[in-house]
């Protein structure tokens, strides 16, 4: 009787094993497993989703990326994208949460407030701060113009359009990032903050030489996290610059998508999401053992 | 003195904070009541900074009938949903049978799991579309909702949840006849009800912004998605800013009502999302 129990007992953990793995690996093979080697191996062919023609043609796609200067280009564009984007999410995100938590009172106010550009969702805010940099009536140039400043060409000008995209997207950022901070900032024990305090150090003292080493697991995380993003950072280009003016904000990302749903290079897409996915890749792997051999 | 430097120091700080706050806010009240203002309004010059008639709807009534809105958002509302309930019951059940279960290829599926949430979208989307081909999904719901399915960032947070349920709750139900089923729906789902919370939060944002994806899959009208509707329509609002802020309100002010409303679970959710490390 016991035993006949056991059985039914075990057989019904194995059906939910079963099924629920089966689940796990057929949608995983189909959706992710199969598309990764399937882009990989169309990225030595020229093709074309809706006619089924494949020609071989080697490691071409990726000579002729490399070739082109618009790849650079892209690259550079996006690395400063990311890198610019990181310090202004990560170092303001650093700041408020280092400020917050050293008054306690109105934490979750400020939090609050924060945080709702990360809620927001990025194509409305991307078309909202393009009106926002618009060089004739925008809000930007109203104030300018109101203090008898002259207006500046936000979107039109090289070497300004692309920081203005990366302020959108920390604007966006920094309340995520502050939450992961304060979380980690406050899951550290409070008497080690108030021995400190007796032996007379600062705030700023306590804050660089305490907080941010006992937190260095969550900035960790955050920067992985915002690496990852940034560099295929889409949305905000595509709503805001397409790209311009000229080429000077095209990021990986943008030129990837342009040149397989506009110009229906697919093999040549392909090469250049391949280059881009080994260089998150390895980003994150160093990133991660940086991390542990601190 | 000490204690008066401190209320100084506490002082100076509320008063940056509060400039900062007003900073991070000004993006949305411009949007605000640049959606009361009529279209000349908004491109004369200079701009005023209130509307001139706080009743001025007309753009609003516009952008939900003239440009379709109405129909948008109940297609992202729907997509939203539906994809949100998918995915909390998908995640939770992977999530726990992977956390609480001891079998051969545990730790690889699980490993396999979270190694695909480092895969970039660019990597996969042409191989992705391509089967979307292959299938003949594009244009039907099913492109947008079978990703549901495979949530890594779900089956993770559910995972690292379900490993915090002690195994003699399980034992003792197990004792008194339950099936593996009706412990999963009665005892664990319940006692995970917070991820349960923080995850369908997340899971509603991300689809509610989604906007390429829908992009390329849907090609009717009568199907688009609040992002898609406005990245479509961006072109007839060149001329006519209006509706444009009403449509951009429009996108934003929902999702910051239910956040209001669930600002702690968001932020748990966040705050245990990063402690993955």
Redesign the interface.
Known sequence: MKVA?NKI?QS??K???IW??S???I??S???F???I??LS?SFFNWN??QSVFKFVGVDNYTYALKNPLFWKSLGNTIYFTIGSLILTVGFGLL?AA??H??K??T?F????????V???????S???K??YNY??G?FN?VL??MGLSKVPWLQNSSIALPAIMVVQA?KD???AL??I???IN?IDPSIFESAEIDGAG?FRRFISITIPLIK??I???VITKL?DY??V??PI??ITEGGPGTDTNT??FY??EE??TYYN?GS??A???I??AI??IL?MVQLKF?KNN | MKKNNSKIYDGIVHIILIFFAAVMLLPFIFMILSSFKTTAEITKIPPAFFPENWGYLKNFTDVLSKYNFGIFFKNSLYYAVVKTVIVIYVSSIVGYVLAKFKFRGNRVIFTMILATMMIPWPATLIPNYQMMVWFNWLGKDISILYSAFISGFGVFLMHQFALGIPDSFLEAARIDGASEMKIFHKIVMPMMLNAVGALAIFTFLWEWDNYLWPYLMLDEVAKYTIPVGLSMTQGQFVANYGPMFAGITIAVIPVVIVYLIFQKTFIQGIALGGEKG
Do not use: E
């Open positions: 129990k007992k019904g953990r059906t939910i094993i629920t793995m689940l796990v690996v949608m995983y189909v959706f992710v199969f598309p990764i399937y882009g169309t989703p809706f408020f400020l917050i050293s008054v009172r109105g979750s400020y939090r609050g407030i924060y945080f709702l550009p809620i927001s969702s990025m194509v409305a805010v078309m909202l701060w009106f926002m004739d009536n809000f109203s113009m109101g604007w920094i309340g995520y939450v992961l304060l979380a980690g899951s705030k697991n969550s960790t995380i955050l990852i560099m295929q889409y949305t595509k709503f990986m990302s990837i998508f397989a749903f697919f897409a392909s250049i999401s391949f881009l996915f998150i890749f994150s991390n």
